[in-house]
């Protein structure tokens, strides 16, 4: 993972996307045996929260800190020195499991929920991709109380 080609046109990203279908084996077979080899850094997408209670704290003990060979450097004692991992989470479900990032402790009017909403729907509707502009009217107005 750490080598580069001398000619930089040979040279390509090493990142890798899984698309499956539920069941498929992407977390099981290919992400979790990847991911505990620890031998890169890792921006992971886990809806069910699952690969971060099985492999977290792996990842906290860290890697084995390696010296010019390739063998495991140690400590005056004798014991292995580890490189742990630095994991952040973003979770929109549960906010106190977060990295204590909430964007609605910074509304304080309405005025700063039209901002929110307005950033959102930006943010969220793709590249040429204007779905029907009843929708977005309808996100950006107010409720309609009875």
Same mark, same amino acid.
């Given at each position: /993972?750490?080598?580069? @080609? &001398? +000619?930089?046109g040979?040279?390509?990203n090493?990142n890798? %996307?899984i !698309?499956g279908g539920s069941?498929?084996? *992407?977390?099981r077979f290919w992400l979790k045996p +990847? %991911?505990?080899? /620890?031998h890169s ?5 886990? @809806?069910?929260?699952?690969?971060l !209670?099985?492999?977290? +704290?792996a $990842?906290?003990?860290?890697?084995p800190k390696?010296? =010019?060979k390739?063998? @495991?450097? *140690?400590d005056?004692?004798g014991? !292995?020195?580890? =490189?742990?991992?630095?994991? &952040?989470?973003f979770?929109?479900i549960n906010?106190r499991?977060? /990295? *204590?990032?909430?964007?609605f402790?910074?509304?304080?009017? =309405?005025?700063d929920? $039209?901002? %929110?909403?307005?950033a959102?729907?930006a943010?969220?509707?793709? =590249?040429? *991709? ?11 107005s107010?409720? !309609?109380?009875s």
């Amino acid at each position: /993972m750490s080598n580069r @080609p &001398k +000619n930089p046109g040979n040279a390509r990203n090493k990142n890798v %996307l899984i !698309v499956g279908g539920s069941g498929s084996g *992407k977390t099981r077979f290919w992400l979790k045996p +990847n %991911l505990l080899q /620890m031998h890169s850094s890792y921006v992971i997408t886990d @809806p069910k929260g699952s690969v971060l !209670v099985e492999c977290g +704290n792996a $990842l906290l003990h860290g890697a084995p800190k390696l010296d =010019e060979k390739g063998n @495991p450097l *140690k400590d005056k004692k004798g014991r !292995v020195i580890r =490189e742990p991992y630095i994991i &952040k989470v973003f979770n929109t479900i549960n906010f106190r499991k977060s /990295m *204590k990032y909430n964007p609605f402790a910074y509304i304080h009017s =309405e005025k700063d929920i $039209l901002k %929110l909403v307005t950033a959102l729907i930006a943010n969220t509707k793709g =590249e040429g *991709k204007a779905g029907d502009e009843f929708w977005t009217s309808a996100t950006r107005s107010p409720a !309609v109380r009875s």
